[in-house]
C-alpha cells in the first residue's frame, strides 16, 4: 500500500492501515514532523480508544484501552533511547507478546529486537498538508 494524502485524510488512511496489516505490530519510521504521532493517533482512535494518543517520549510506552477497559493497544516511541538494552529492560518482549496493537516510533534504534514479521510504515513530509504513507511486510 502506497497513498499521498492530506492531513485531514488521516482518518480513512488509519483505518485503511488496520485492514491492510498481516499483524498487529508496526514500525513508524519518518523523519521528525513527518506525522508518525498524528497518524498513531488515529489509529488509536479508529481502534476505539477512549484517550486519545499522545507521543510518549517521555516515557516511553503508552497504553490504550476501550470504553470496557479492555487492552487495544501499546505506543512507544523510542526516540530517548540511549541502547537496546532499555527496551530489553522495560519489558518489549512482553510488549511484543501480547495480543494488543503495538506501534512503535524510531525503531531504528532497537533494529535487532524486531520481530521478523513485523510491518513497516514509512511516511514522508510532503508539505504542511500532503503526506505519503507506505506499508511494507518484512
Avoid at 497518524?39 to 510506552?61: C, M, Y
Avoid at 526516540?79 to 518482549?93: H, P
Amino acid at each position: 500500500m502506497k497513498k499521498t494524502f492530506q492531513l485531514n485524510e488521516i482518518q480513512q488512511v488509519a483505518k485503511s492501515i488496520i485492514e491492510a496489516a498481516p499483524g498487529k505490530q508496526l514500525c513508524f519510521y519518518g523523519e521528525m514532523g513527518a506525522g508518525k504521532t498524528t497518524l498513531i493517533k488515529a489509529l488509536v482512535k479508529e481502534l476505539g480508544a477512549v484517550d486519545s494518543g499522545n507521543s510518549p517520549t517521555f516515557g516511553l510506552v503508552n497504553e490504550y484501552h476501550d470504553s470496557q477497559d479492555n487492552l487495544l493497544a501499546y505506543h512507544f516511541d523510542f526516540y530517548r533511547l540511549e541502547d537496546e538494552v532499555e527496551a530489553l529492560d522495560m519489558g518489549l518482549e512482553d510488549y511484543l507478546g501480547s495480543n494488543a496493537w503495538v506501534f512503535m516510533e524510531w525503531p531504528e534504534k532497537i533494529k535487532s529486537l524486531l520481530p521478523e514479521d513485523v510491518v513497516s510504515i514509512f511516511l514522508h513530509f510532503i508539505d504542511e498538508n500532503t503526506r505519503s504513507v507506505e506499508l511494507n511486510i518484512r
